[in-house]
């Protein structure tokens, strides 16, 4: 089954600096590539997502790239927030499924 | 809309005790999840519904059962709890947005129920 390894497990940057987190997958056939932001003891929810057929994508100061050969994809964070202080999951889809496999999450800490 | 709802938000169990925790949608979603969340863990897949009267088996099922009662309802029950299974569990819902290999479902969570067995 599908494996997603996300890295780096936290990470604590200043106001105004950029931040990135990296996941791996396992699945050649994974073609959905979601990313969730969940703030302490909410739920989690999409902030930005990307399809197999598509390299980059970018909502203003989020963006997220995928390199299929390579099975990683990345989500860039630039002019962090304290607001976006939260825990941030990647995941990939099952193969053909509808099922989603999640990273194990990372802490993002943006200090003012 | 209310979204994803989810009853309990709380509930403490005694070891081996039974409970049922009760999901609804009203967003006319087919697919439909249970996934548990502990810290470290990440989101762990349960199980998952792909419509009515479908259910399939997700990374951790053993312990759990569900019923996909209608459309809108997916519940998940514990027959006999384990202090292992002291957990946030989150349900959610999905539709398919695009085509093909290109679409993509995008799932809404519930607020979730905090479980905690002793």
């Known amino acids: 089954g599908e494996n997603v390894e996300q890295h780096p497990s936290t990470l604590s940057v200043q106001e105004g600096d950029s931040a990135v987190i990296k996941c791996t997958y396992s699945?050649?056939?994974?073609?959905?590539f979601p990313w969730y932001k969940q703030e302490l003891g909410k739920r989690p929810q999409l902030i930005i997502d990307i399809r197999s057929n598509v390299g980059e994508k970018k909502d203003q100061r989020i963006a997220v790239t995928l390199n299929k050969t390579a099975k990683h994809f990345s989500l860039h964070i630039t002019e962090t927030q304290p607001e976006d202080s939260a825990v941030y999951f990647c995941?990939?889809?099952?193969?053909?499924?509808?099922?989603?496999?999640f990273g194990k999450g990372m802490k993002l800490t943006v200090n003012p | 809309n209310a979204g994803v709802t989810q009853t309990p938000k709380f509930q403490v169990l005694k070891t081996g005790q039974s409970m049922t925790l009760q999901c609804a949608q009203d967003m006319n979603h087919n697919s439909m999840y249970w996934y548990q969340q502990d810290p470290g863990m990440g989101l762990r897949l349960i199980y998952y519904?792909?419509?009515?009267?479908?259910?399939d088996k997700g990374e951790v099922p053993n312990g759990y059962n569900v019923s996909r009662l209608n459309k809108r309802e997916f519940s998940l029950r514990l027959e006999s709890a384990a202090p292992s299974q002291t957990s946030v569990y989150f349900c959610?819902?999905?539709?398919?947005?695009?085509?093909?290999?290109?679409?993509?479902?995008?799932?809404?969570f519930g607020a979730g129920s905090r479980l905690t067995v002793l």
């Open positions: 699945d050649s056939a994974s073609n959905y």
């Open positions: 959610a819902s999905s539709i398919k947005v695009g085509w093909g290999s290109s679409g993509a479902n995008v799932l809404t």
């Open positions: 995941a990939a889809t099952q193969g053909g499924s509808e099922k989603l496999v």
């Open positions: 519904s792909a419509s009515e009267g479908t259910t």
